[in-house]
């Protein structure tokens, strides 16, 4: 009898440092906020890693057009393939969490942005 393998994909997501000013206030996020975030990865997916430092962006705010720039914490994940829409509405519900209208999501290579329903 052949065993199926699961298979397990690196994620990768960034969450800006500060609430978005659009719509919420600009402000840094609470340390509570980032425990909460810290708790669940582990909590869901039985591990977490933040990369050290922040990073530097910027993209188009599809609701004004106008440029934003941000610092973000990047994290990682390594889940089994099956887990990626757990890992979606992890981040849907980090978005109310953060105060962000969508969060960078990059899944085995593919982008996606997960916005609130």
């Known amino acids: 009898m052949e065993m199926t393998q699961v298979k397990i994909v690196e994620c ?4 800006p440092i ?20 810290s708790d669940e990865l582990f909590t ?7 990369a050290p ?3 530097s962006g910027a993209y188009r705010d599809p609701n004004t057009g106008l440029e934003v720039t941000d610092e973000s914490r990047k994290f990682y994940l390594a889940v089994s ?3 990626l829409d757990e890992v979606r509405q992890l981040l ?7 105060q ?6 990059s899944a085995a290579g ?3 942005f997960v916005t609130k329903p």
């Open 92 to 98: 849907r519900e980090a978005c109310d969490w953060f």
């Open 12 to 15: 990768s997501f960034f969450i």
């Open 81 to 83: 393939e099956n887990s």
């Open 110 to 112: 593919q982008v996606e």
């Open 18 to 37: 500060v609430r978005d000013s659009n719509l919420s206030d600009g402000l840094i996020h609470k340390l509570e906020t980032w425990q909460k975030l």
């Open 53 to 55: 430092g922040t990073y």
């Open 44 to 50: 869901r997916f039985g591990g977490r890693t933040m």
């Open 100 to 105: 962000q209208k969508c969060i960078y999501l």
